[in-house]
């Protein structure tokens, strides 16, 4: 009988596995290199409120939930949000904490409209509510640190607006975007990846 250690040193060896946790490694990092570069793209972008981007990194999020399942999609969005707040000038600054808290907000709310409404939302429907999930988490904790309500009042409009507006423009990306990859379409990426 085979001790435990012996028996995962097995398991490693085994050539599918092996190829699989490549695959996955592979496409996390790939999918991180190019959310970053969104990221900076997005950064460079003129903001019609502080706080309020596009998204653009959003598209690939989505992308992945699709077709990757959402612990890839999960490792990819929470590494940028990381990784990007070090280019940005370091951890847990008051950006880090806007951008972690509606960052963690709206990628669950994603992940649960991919695996319950897609069929009905669609790519666009999904990408508004975690552009809306993102934004409004990010106004109440911009409300909530200067200790003023009616920072909520005078802001929701604009950030429904711009909520609808570019939650729409990134969930059309993240569509067109699987349509010319046929593994996304299909909803898989790789037999690992889907099994997250």
């Not at 707040?85 to 808290?101: I, M, N, Q, Y």
């Not at 059309?172 to 037999?191: D, M």
Request: net charge positive.
């Amino acid at each position: 009988m085979q001790s435990p250690a012996e028996e995962r040193a097995d398991v490693v060896r085994d050539p599918r596995e092996v190829r699989e946790r490549i695959e996955r490694l592979s496409l996390v990092a790939a999918a991180t290199a190019f959310e970053l570069v969104l990221f900076v793209l997005d950064s460079a972008l003129p903001r019609p409120i502080p706080w309020i981007k596009i998204g653009l990194a959003n598209i690939v999020t989505l992308a992945l939930l699709v077709g990757a399942g959402w612990r890839v999609a999960a490792a990819v969005h929470f590494l940028r949000i990381t990784i990007g707040a070090v280019l940005r000038g370091g951890l847990f600054t008051p950006f880090f904490l806007l951008s972690f808290g509606g960052g963690a907000v709206s990628f669950i709310v994603m992940a649960l409209a991919v695996r319950w409404a897609i069929p009905v939302l669609g790519f666009l429907g999904v990408s508004f509510l975690g552009a809306l999930a993102h934004n409004t988490v990010q106004l109440l904790m911009v409300a909530a640190a200067l200790s003023d309500s009616s920072v909520l009042v005078l802001l929701w409009p604009a950030v429904l607006l711009f909520s609808l507006f570019y939650g729409g423009f990134s969930g059309w990306c993240s569509f067109h975007f699987c349509r010319r990859i046929p593994q996304l379409a299909e909803g898989r990426l790789t037999q690992s990846a889907r099994a997250g």
